[in-house]
């Protein structure tokens, strides 16, 4: 069953690779939506796919790239809109 799922990401979340290793990632995972830096200094993803995908991100966030430190991810779960067509980042 298609979900989205939104993810806040604390931590040193920035400037450390984590907006395209997360594309990268959802790519991989068959995942649509984007990624964004915040001005807070949190990343933020909104993605869509398989329950079980989304999972897989989720777990992936929690780590990210090599250079980051992940403190906390707040996750929302929502209905799919079917409103993404790729994975993006936003600038």
Known sequence: MKKQVILKIYGRVQ???FRDSTRQKAKKLGLVGWVINKP???VKVVAE???KDLKQLIDWCYNGPMLAKVIKVDIEWKESTDQ???FNIKY
């Open 49 to 51: 796919g398989e329950e």
């Open 15 to 17: 400037m450390v690779m």
């Open 84 to 86: 993404f067509n790729k």
């Open 40 to 42: 807070d200094g949190t």
